[in-house]
């Protein structure tokens, strides 16, 4: 039985909507951060931030492995939250006198459903393009960069740092490579002068975005 400060700080994660989707997504097979972000449509840096909650307050636990050097999540327990209303009295009503202004307001409500839903499919197929046209890039980036990287490591951390300015533990996150294995690909892409350090994010160099 959790005592209410426990049930406070679930409900308070279970609230966000990206979280719920992370929990239904692992209640299938545990996953990696690029496999999260890649299915869930959700930044690499945000799925990292949800997922550190998440195993902070024991929902999730991971995993490495070793082969490809990944870091695999899952639950740590299949959990179910059952809320009972019971002898629900709402007094003073004319449910029967509010029948028109009901069926008025949800017909409005459910016009903006439509609506919404309608945009969410054209971003969707947008997005399918995108994805497409995404996964063609990279392709030539791998290519043209085959001559000057030494292993599939560094050109994860290129495609990574393509994306966001990231820190060592981002990186760590959502490349799946240990910390040593990390700085030395990171070392070497640096003496390339592909890479360059600023405070404590890393970034390709002439990539002057945030």
């Given at each position: 039985?959790?005592?209410?400060?426990?049930?406070?700080?679930?409900?308070?994660?279970?609230?966000?909507?990206?979280?719920?989707?992370?929990?239904?997504?692992?209640?299938?097979?545990?996953?990696?951060?690029?496999?999260?972000?890649?299915?869930?449509?959700?930044?690499?840096?945000?799925?990292?931030?949800?997922?550190?909650?998440?195993?902070?307050?024991?929902?999730?636990?991971?995993?490495?492995?070793?082969?490809?050097?990944?870091?695999?999540?899952?639950?740590?327990?299949?959990?179910?939250?059952?809320?009972?209303?019971?002898?629900?009295?709402?007094?003073?009503?004319?449910?029967?006198?509010?029948?028109?202004?009901?069926?008025?307001?949800?017909?409005?409500?459910?016009?903006?459903?439509?609506?919404?839903?309608?945009?969410?499919?054209?971003?969707?197929?947008?997005?399918?393009?995108?994805?497409?046209?995404?996964?063609?890039?990279?392709?030539?980036?791998?290519?043209?960069?085959?001559?000057?990287?030494?292993?599939?490591?560094?050109?994860?951390?290129?495609?990574?740092?393509?994306?966001?300015?990231?820190?060592?533990?981002?990186?760590?996150?959502?490349?799946?490579?240990?910390?040593?294995?990390?700085?030395?690909?990171?070392?070497?892409?640096t003496e390339k002068g592909i890479v360059e350090r600023s405070g404590n994010q890393y970034k390709l160099c002439g990539n002057y975005e945030t």
């Open positions: 039985m959790l005592d209410g400060d426990e049930v406070s700080r679930l409900l308070d994660i279970l609230g966000n909507r990206n979280r719920r989707r992370i929990i239904q997504l692992l209640r299938q097979k545990p996953c990696f951060v690029t496999e999260i972000s890649d299915r869930l449509m959700i930044s690499p840096k945000a799925v990292i931030e949800h997922l550190q909650m998440m195993e902070r307050e024991s929902i999730l636990i991971s995993h490495g492995d070793e082969i490809n050097r990944r870091k695999y999540y899952h639950l740590s327990r299949d959990f179910r939250i059952t809320v009972n209303i019971e002898d629900v009295v709402v007094a003073g009503r004319d449910f029967e006198g509010d029948n028109e202004d009901f069926k008025l307001n949800l017909f409005k409500k459910t016009l903006i459903v439509r609506k919404m839903v309608k945009s969410r499919d054209e971003v969707l197929v947008d997005l399918d393009y995108l994805e497409r046209d995404l996964e063609k890039k990279i392709r030539d980036l791998k290519i043209f960069c085959k001559e000057i990287i030494d292993s599939e490591a560094e050109f994860n951390l290129i495609t990574a740092l393509a994306g966001y300015n990231m820190s060592v533990e981002d990186l760590e996150e959502f490349c799946g490579i240990s910390g040593d294995d990390l700085m030395i690909s990171l070392g070497k892409l």
